[in-house]
T-cell receptor, first 112, second 110 residues
Framework: DAGVTQSPTHLIKTRGQQVTLRCSPK?????VSWYQQALGQGPQFIFQ???????QRGNFPDRFSGHQFPNYSSELNVNALLLGDSALYLC???????????FGPGTRLTVL | TQLLEQSPQFLSIQEGENLTVYCNSS?????LQWYRQEPGEGPVLLVT?????EVKKLKRLTFQFGDARKDSSLHITAAQPGDTGLYLC??????????FGKGNQVVVIP
């Protein structure tokens, strides 16, 4: 039974570029949440997707957007990259009702 | 804003010693989860506590949820080098969104 998977593992971009990160949830899970973890910090909630819609959102600008597909996989898009967007981006999956979240290995994004 | 404060931020102990780390908040959470994270990897779930006053044991790790569901502690008995890592607590609120602390970095010296 595969856990949460994310791709790519590492990514290097320059300021102003756009990036797309991908996540496949744990088998049987229908809800995907995205978190940003800066160096030395705990993860910060970006947004959550359920039934292909953004269900709730943290305090992140509109440059951060997402999508969920019918198979429950999800993408995180970031436009107009800033140096401060450099972080580990984590995807977590769970069931719709309040439930434990399981994290993927993350995508390390470096913006130069 | 839901804030969790974890203390101490850094702890270094000898193999075989006991340790306790803390996670405190002024907010009430529906549940609280503890994760361990290795450098450059995603957090790995250790335990979820739901009921105020609940105590859960995972081998040498003991987790306690405060009576008011605002705080939690993690106690490790006879620490091993394999216990080294960043311990993150996360409170669940709203529609199952998590608020994390900055973590307790634990180093166990052989």
């Amino acid at each position: 039974d595969a856990g949460v998977t994310q791709s790519p593992t590492h990514l290097i971009k320059t300021r102003g570029q756009q990036v797309t990160l991908r996540c496949s949830p744990k088998s049987g899970h229908d809800t995907v949440s995205w978190y940003q973890q800066a160096l030395g910090q705990g993860p910060q909630f970006i947004f959550q997707y359920y039934e292909e819609e953004e269900r709730q959102r943290g305090n992140f600008p509109d440059r951060f957007s997402g999508h969920q597909f019918p198979n429950y996989s999800s993408e995180l898009n970031v436009n107009a990259l800033l140096l401060g967007d450099s972080a580990l981006y984590l995807c977590a999956s769970s069931l719709a009702h309040p439930d434990t979240q399981y994290f993927g290995p993350g995508t390390r994004l470096t913006v130069l | 804003t839901q804030l969790l404060e974890q203390s101490p931020q850094f702890l270094s102990i000898q193999e075989g010693e006991n340790l306790t780390v803390y996670c405190n908040s002024s907010s009430v959470f529906s549940s609280l989860q503890w994760y361990r994270q290795e450098p450059g990897e995603g957090p790995v779930l250790l335990v979820t506590v739901v009921t105020g006053g609940e105590v859960k044991k995972l081998k040498r790790l003991t987790f306690q949820f405060g009576d008011a569901r605002k705080d939690s502690s993690l106690h490790i008995t006879a620490a091993q080098p394999g216990d080294t890592g960043l311990y993150l607590c996360a409170g669940a609120y709203g529609n199952n969104r998590l608020a994390f602390g900055k973590g307790n970095q634990v180093v166990v010296i052989p």
